[in-house]
């Protein structure tokens, strides 16, 4: 050894062979990114189901007592509008219920429930049976009316019991709503209501120590929108914001878990970021509104800017992208595909995402949705349709070699729909021909204009592949996507969202303000979120469709002793994530699970065993 030591000391050339060396480091390093072979990929937090033990939400629910109950009044629009939310409502809530129409059936003996749910704008059809209500909550029972209510000589009769000393015959305006901070997640704060209108009930409440408004409007009138009364030994609350939409699910989940002395349900507990078009080809050429801010090229852009941008928003929050690959963008729906030129980019944005712990799913060899020629996209899209299945199987085979060929041994298990769109037969087609796909992941909200628009809930299909809808998108959010963001988070505490690389050219999505500009509001959602959350786990999309697993199966009861609260899981795998109000108790500590404080009396339960008890205070 110090015979070689003393030579390599007399060598005159030992500056080539560290130059050698370095050269021979550095064509390694290119090697293994070229190969697409895993460097410190992150293990997955949290891995789908074996199919044996996969459980949909109908499935679960069906093992559901049937504690509460809910009124509903048929011939009224509006309370057949209400009950299409609270159908969801209840059945992601896991409450079993049972439903009893006013206009056509007799109230049956409340003492049998623990809660009713009254679905009635005007109180008439019920009658004296609204005395029978009172004096039920009155001796313990709980009553949540989620519909704005008409004054009349029936709701005259319970207004003092509600807490309310003035009322009016009109509804007022309702365009905004304050949350109080101990009430919701991500409250302290105010949210605008788009197309707000007068569907408030106009009314001031005692300030009596019964009485508990957790909700109003954000202007000088502070109107009511969220209360509650206690009446006896029991409990009234009252939501009074009149909207019966999907983003205001959070709202009334929140609103039910006042009543008792402990409320819970089950949630999701996720935070995911999809990139949607991403890896894939960077578009050529100029944008004004690039070259205005940075006077360089959009390729340029995208691999010195917005890509180094958005790896620093993931290190600060923790975030984990799922990126969405799609191979072209030509317009072929014929089966012919291209070799792909700028394989080098799509290979490093990949490999780079990878390392930071993402995802990579299928978007489409080009950005045609899965239909064939029996879907009109009625002048809204101007996309073709598939020629043939062969055709549509020939293209997507392209991106699974293209995919294959640049991360070899990296699964891909998400597909995402071009701009949402999904036909039946593109999901059949899809799932028949690449059964290790097992999510999907459309919309969260509802597009009226096309009939094939891939709008899902959060489930587990009858075939075992998971629905999981992004709720949100852009860096730049409306008014009704911070809306939509907080009533999820408290509904079944998730975020999911997805943005774009070219989101930043797009006038309609913020260009004209500029990449800075919309990446300051994006960071002004982040902090919002992960401040107001911040136990809310960061995954990749996988990783979100085996928490969906979880939380679809999963059933909830409690047992409250003098001392104790004991809590049992149906359905329970290997972890569980539970939403505990304590109205009248406290929580002292837990035996099979960690209870997190969230805000007020509210708390997140991660349970680590099928039983869980929690001494109470």
Same mark, same amino acid.
């Given at each position: 050894?110090?015979?070689?030591?003393?030579?390599?000391?007399?060598? %005159?050339?030992?500056?080539?062979?560290?130059?050698?060396?370095?050269?021979?480091?550095?064509?390694?390093?290119?090697f293994l990114e070229r190969s697409g072979i895993n460097?410190?990929?992150?293990?997955?937090?949290?891995?789908?189901?074996?199919?044996?033990?996969?459980?949909?939400?109908?499935?679960?629910?069906?093992?559901?007592?049937?504690? +509460?109950?809910?009124?509903?009044?048929?011939?009224?629009?509006?309370?057949?509008?209400?009950?299409?939310?609270?159908?969801?409502?209840?059945?992601?809530?896991k409450i079993g219920y049972d439903l009893i129409d006013?206009?056509?059936?007799?109230?049956?003996?409340?003492?049998?429930?623990?809660?009713?749910?009254?679905?009635?704008?005007?109180?008439?059809?019920?009658?004296?049976?609204?005395?029978?209500?009172?004096?039920?909550?009155?001796?313990?029972?709980?009553?949540?009316?989620?519909?704005?209510?008409?004054?009349?000589?029936?709701?005259?009769?319970?207004?003092?019991?509600?807490? !309310?000393?003035?009322?009016?015959?009109?509804?007022?305006?309702?365009?905004?709503?304050?949350?109080?901070?101990?009430?919701?997640?991500?409250?302290?704060?105010?949210? +605008?209501?788009?197309?707000?209108?007068?569907?408030?009930?106009?009314?001031?409440?005692?300030?009596?120590?019964?009485?508990?408004?957790? /909700?109003?409007?954000?202007?000088?009138?502070?109107?009511?929108?969220?209360?509650?009364?206690?009446?006896?030994?029991?409990?009234?609350?009252?939501?009074?914001?009149?909207?019966?939409?999907?983003?205001?699910?959070?709202?009334?989940?929140?609103?039910?878990?006042?009543?008792?002395?402990?409320?819970?349900?089950?949630?999701?507990? %996720?935070?995911?970021?999809?990139?949607?078009?991403?890896?894939?080809?960077?578009?050529?050429?100029?944008?004004?509104?690039?070259?205005?801010?940075?006077?360089?090229?959009?390729?340029?852009?995208?691999?010195?800017?917005?890509w180094p941008d958005m790896m620093n928003i993931a290190?600060?929050?923790?975030?984990?992208?799922? #990126?969405?690959? !799609?191979?072209?963008?030509?317009?072929?729906?014929? #089966?012919?595909?291209?070799?792909?030129?700028?394989? %080098?980019?799509?290979?490093?944005?990949?490999?780079?995402?990878?390392?930071?712990?993402?995802?990579?799913?299928?978007?489409?060899?080009?950005?045609?949705?899965?239909?064939?020629?029996?879907?009109?996209?009625?002048?809204?899209?101007?996309?073709?349709?598939?020629?043939?299945?062969?055709? &549509?199987?020939?293209?997507?085979?392209?991106?699974?070699?293209?995919?294959?060929?640049?991360?070899?041994?990296?699964?891909? /298990?998400?597909?995402?729909?071009?701009?949402?769109?999904?036909?039946?037969?593109?999901?059949?087609?899809?799932?028949?021909?690449?059964?290790?796909?097992?999510?999907?992941?459309? !919309?969260?909200?509802?597009?009226?204009?096309?009939?094939?628009?891939?709008?899902?809930?959060?489930?587990?299909?009858?075939?075992?592949?998971?629905?999981?809808?992004?709720? !949100?998108?852009?860096?730049?959010?409306?008014?009704?996507?911070?809306?939509?963001?907080?009533?999820?988070?408290?509904?079944?505490?998730?975020?999911?969202?997805?943005?774009?690389?070219?989101?930043?050219?797009?006038?309609?999505?913020?260009?004209? &303000?500029?990449?800075?500009?919309?990446?300051?509001?994006?960071?002004?959602?982040?902090?919002?979120?992960?401040?107001?959350?911040?136990?809310?786990?960061?995954?990749?999309?996988?990783?979100?469709?085996?928490?969906?697993?979880?939380?679809?199966?999963?059933?909830?009861?409690?047992?409250?002793?003098?001392?104790?609260?004991?809590?049992?899981?149906?359905?329970?795998?290997?972890?569980?994530?539970? &939403?505990?109000?304590?109205?009248?108790?406290?929580?002292?500590?837990?035996?099979? %699970?960690?209870?997190?404080?969230?805000?007020?009396?509210?708390?997140?339960?991660?349970?680590?065993?099928?039983?869980?008890?929690?001494?109470?205070?």
């Amino acid at each position: 050894m110090e015979r070689i030591k003393e030579r390599f000391l007399k060598f %005159g050339y030992k500056g080539i062979i560290a130059i050698v060396l370095i050269f021979a480091l550095i064509s390694v390093i290119l090697f293994l990114e070229r190969s697409g072979i895993n460097l410190n990929y992150e293990e997955r937090s949290l891995h789908l189901l074996p199919n044996d033990r996969i459980v949909t939400k109908d499935a679960a629910c069906e093992s559901l007592k049937k504690n +509460s109950l809910v009124l509903l009044n048929s011939t009224n629009a509006d309370c057949r509008l209400a009950y299409e939310q609270f159908e969801v409502i209840l059945a992601d809530m896991k409450i079993g219920y049972d439903l009893i129409d006013v206009s056509c059936a007799e109230m049956p003996d409340l003492n049998n429930y623990e809660i009713v749910i009254v679905l009635l704008s005007d109180m008439t059809p019920m009658k004296e049976k609204v005395l029978t209500l009172c004096d039920w909550v009155f001796s313990g029972g709980n009553v949540l009316f989620p519909m704005t209510l008409e004054k009349n000589i029936y709701s005259s009769v319970i207004e003092n019991k509600l807490g !309310i000393i003035d009322s009016s015959y009109n509804n007022a305006m309702v365009e905004s709503i304050y949350i109080e901070e101990d009430f919701m997640i991500g409250g302290g704060r105010a949210f +605008s209501i788009p197309d707000g209108y007068d569907s408030g009930w106009a009314v001031q409440l005692s300030d009596g120590d019964n009485i508990n408004v957790y /909700a109003y409007t954000d202007d000088e009138r502070r109107m009511p929108l969220i209360w509650s009364a206690d009446y006896g030994e029991g409990r009234f609350v009252v939501d009074n914001f009149g909207l019966y939409t999907k983003s205001m699910r959070g709202f009334f989940a929140a609103s039910y878990s006042l009543l008792t002395d402990v409320g819970l349900y089950p949630v999701i507990n %996720g935070s995911t970021f999809y990139l949607d078009d991403f890896p894939s080809q960077i578009p050529s050429g100029n944008s004004s509104y690039i070259n205005r801010d940075y006077n360089t090229t959009i390729r340029d852009f995208y691999v010195n800017i917005w890509w180094p941008d958005m790896m620093n928003i993931a290190d600060k929050y923790g975030i984990k992208y799922t #990126g969405l690959a !799609i191979e072209c963008y030509d317009d072929a729906v014929d #089966g012919t595909t291209d070799a792909q030129p700028d394989v %080098g980019t799509f290979l490093n944005f990949g490999n780079m995402l990878m390392r930071q712990g993402g995802e990579i799913g299928y978007h489409g060899y080009n950005h045609q949705p899965l239909c064939f020629d029996n879907c009109d996209y009625a002048g809204i899209y101007d996309y073709k349709t598939w020629e043939s299945y062969v055709a &549509m199987k020939s293209a997507f085979d392209e991106l699974i070699d293209f995919c294959d060929e640049l991360f070899p041994d990296v699964e891909m /298990a998400i597909y995402v729909p071009p701009s949402n769109l999904l036909s039946d037969e593109g999901r059949d087609f899809l799932l028949k021909e690449y059964p290790w796909i097992k999510t999907v992941s459309g !919309i969260y909200f509802e597009d009226d204009d096309l009939d094939f628009s891939c709008t899902q809930e959060y489930d587990v299909s009858s075939d075992g592949v998971v629905d999981q809808p992004r709720i !949100i998108s852009g860096c730049d959010l409306t008014p009704f996507m911070e809306l939509a963001a907080v009533s999820e988070l408290n509904f079944h505490f998730i975020n999911n969202h997805f943005t774009h690389p070219d989101d930043a050219l797009d006038p309609d999505r913020g260009a004209e &303000m500029g990449w800075e500009k919309l990446k300051e509001h994006f960071y002004e959602y982040l902090d919002w979120l992960y401040t107001s959350a911040p136990v809310l786990r960061n995954f990749t999309g996988t990783e979100m469709s085996a928490a969906v697993q979880r939380y679809a199966a999963l059933t909830v009861e409690k047992e409250i002793g003098e001392n104790e609260m004991v809590i049992k899981l149906g359905n329970f795998y290997d972890e569980a994530q539970i &939403m505990v109000r304590f109205n009248d108790r406290e929580p002292l500590d837990a035996d099979g %699970g960690r209870l997190t404080h969230l805000t007020g009396d509210l708390y997140l339960l991660e349970a680590n065993e099928p039983t869980v008890k929690i001494s109470l205070k």
